[in-house]
């Protein structure tokens, strides 16, 4: 889709996986926001075509243009948008009663559960707190039997606090949900919980569009790489426990990691970030080391990142690590593509949200 | 009641029954006017909205003097309501509201427009997300988000028709019981030797008519704003 403001261009185009959670990512007024409108219909693109699914939303070389009160869009606004003078519970039923008849969604009482709104029911949005509003706000769009849901920068007016009360629903829901949801947002710690797809947005333009790990794993993208808690994100699957030592062990395609000891059970699939600046490398496997994972690597790429530093792109068997070092340790150490090296992993970050529960494997 | 002559009681209630009859028809087109000028991107926006405000900047014996022409028996709108459906407006109680209402309409306009300024056009898109449909959203979002504005627009422009004086008498003239209003029973009275104890007291009363319009629709727009989860909880 294409669309001109004075000053600013959008051309943007990208294909989303249904179902599946697509964040569109990128800084303020990259035109993220302007993409999510136009799918909702609330603006009018100059050029553009909106389909999900086999439907056509909009194609002006057609001239089809469906209103948004016909796009079964449901749309979850930053600001909440929750009507004042009904109250909590009328409010969540005006999207339900309005849903073309025939449709399926998830009925009124799993949604209130799932939100943890029930005791608000009979409150006005005025006597609700911005966390409040906000899961209200989901609860409505949810209930309006959407084949499609679109959240604008969702949690970007609520405090951190509130932020993390909010993500876990979100999450929650993500695993429910069998519609495609398109998510705005300009932090990384929301796409690292809920995204599947990344859609890499700056002034106007998709820069790149992949899988949040693919992505997250390139060094040319300073969007990404230049950021300070840049990293790979990876799959894992819980291996085992090891309380005695305090510790868990995590699969990876590339090896084994440890962390400390993590409530997930066994077999359960968790989604972590293994930031650059917390890999370091060794040109020969370290004797006695504090930290616990020493893997081999071989250097892919050596790329130029923040001023005096250099981000490698290291291969751990059938998995990418980023690594942030000194641009004088690359020197030091003559770090070149091709070389073989110790990686050494400090830390990861988990994701909560990222947790995918899976059946046990079959037995052999 | 003692203090009242039979006429004065019938001025008193000629006047309210006018100014009701005058709110109640200018109500709907003077919401859908505002709501074209607020909202509406149409040519000639301009001129509806100067449109409106005429009789609030013309003399009333103007205004009066235009409906007579237009509403008049050999009036173009005069003549096709007489001769299709024998309605007669001049002279007439009838004409009294018509008078009235235009002469109040721009009340009306301004107080609901303001109001439906201060409707976030947020909540109308969210309704529309949510299924809503122009008349579904207007009715259920946007009317009962502008009720404070319509409540008090349609009081003060009560409460400026009960004084209605210009157009009413140019327009349907002064006939006890049939078009004498308050203001023109009071000017009646001023015209009468000997009417200046008859005067007094109709001016009381209108005073007191316009004082009572003026707390009420102030305390009836908090009320409904307090009702709407605004200010408050």
Not at chain 1, 74 to 86: E, I, S
Not at chain 1, 122 to 140: F, M, N, W
Not at chain 2, 44 to 61: S, T
Not at chain 2, 133 to 149: Q, S
Request: charged letters at 15%; hydrophobic letters at 50%; proline letters at 8%.
């Amino acid at each position: 889709m294409r669309h001109r403001f004075p000053g600013f261009a959008l051309d943007a185009a990208f294909a989303a996986p249904t179902p599946g959670v697509t964040a569109l990512f990128g800084p303020s007024g990259c035109g993220k926001s302007t993409v999510l409108a136009a799918v909702a219909g609330l603006l009018r693109p100059e050029a553009g075509r909106v389909a999900l699914g086999g439907q056509v939303l909009l194609d002006t070389g057609r001239g089809i243009m469906l209103p948004p009160e016909r796009r079964r869009c449901g749309v979850v606004f930053q600001d909440a948008r929750l009507f004042p003078h009904l109250s909590v519970e009328t409010n969540l039923r005006y999207g339900q009663r309005r849903a073309p008849p025939g449709t399926a969604g998830l009925p009124f009482a799993e949604v209130v559960d799932l939100l943890g709104i029930g005791h608000l029911l009979g409150r006005r949005p005025a006597a609700l707190s911005g966390g409040e509003k906000q899961r209200v706000a989901l609860g409505r769009a949810l209930l309006s039997r959407p084949a499609l849901l679109l959240m604008d920068e969702p949690l970007a007016a609520l405090d951190a606090a509130r932020k993390l009360e909010l993500l876990p629903f979100l999450a929650r829901l993500r695993d429910r949900l069998s519609i495609p949801m398109l998510y705005v947002t300009h932090a990384l710690d929301e796409v690292d919980q809920l995204a599947d797809t990344l859609v890499l947005m700056q002034q106007g333009r998709v820069l790149a569009c992949d899988t949040l790990e693919a992505l997250s794993a390139r060094t040319d993208l300073s969007l990404l790489a230049g950021r300070r808690d840049a990293g790979v994100v990876l799959h894992c699957t819980v291996l085992a426990h090891a309380p005695e030592r305090g510790l868990t062990r995590l699969g990876f395609p590339g090896g084994e990691l440890l962390v400390p000891l993590d409530p997930a059970p066994p077999g359960m699939r968790l989604r972590v970030r293994v930031r650059a600046r917390d890999v370091s490398v060794a040109m020969a496997a370290p004797p006695a080391l504090s930290m616990q994972n020493v893997l081999p690597a071989i250097v892919e790429a050596v790329d130029p990142g923040a001023p005096h530093e250099a981000l490698l792109r290291l291969r751990v068997g059938g998995a990418v690590l980023l690594s942030r070092v000194t641009l004088d340790a690359v020197r030091r150490l003559g770090l070149a593509p091709g070389q073989a090296v110790w990686a050494m992993v400090k830390s990861v970050a988990f994701s909560r949200g990222g947790e995918v529960p899976v059946a046990p494997p079959p037995p052999a | 009641m003692g203090w009242l002559s039979l006429e004065e009681w019938q001025a008193v209630r000629l006047s309210l029954s006018v100014a009701l009859r005058a709110v109640l028809f200018g109500l709907p087109p003077g919401i859908l006017v505002a709501w074209l000028l607020a909202r509406g991107r149409f040519p000639g926006r301009g001129v509806l909205d100067a449109l409106v405000h005429l009789p609030l900047v013309m003399p009333p014996v103007v205004i009066g003097w235009l409906l007579l022409v237009t509403f008049g028996v050999r009036g173009p709108v005069g003549a096709w309501l007489n001769d299709w459906f024998g309605i007669r407006l001049v002279f007439t109680t009838g004409g009294a509201a018509l008078a009235t209402a235009v002469m109040s309409f721009p009340l009306i306009v301004r107080s609901v427009r303001l109001s439906l300024d201060a409707v976030d056009p947020g909540l109308e898109e969210a309704a529309r997300t949510l299924g809503a449909g122009p008349v579904d959203r207007f009715l259920t979002i946007t009317l009962p988000l502008m009720a404070p504005g319509v409540l008090s627009g349609a009081i003060i422009a009560f409460a400026a028709g009960l004084g209605e004086f210009g157009a009413v008498i140019t327009f349907a003239s002064n006939i006890p019981g049939e078009t004498q209003t308050l203001p023109l029973a009071i000017y009646a009275a001023t015209q009468t030797p000997g009417g200046e104890a008859m005067a007094a007291r109709l001016a009381a009363i209108s005073f007191a008519m316009a004082v009572a319009g003026l707390v009420l629709a102030d305390f009836a727009g908090r009320r409904l704003r307090a009702l709407l989860g605004r200010g408050g909880r």
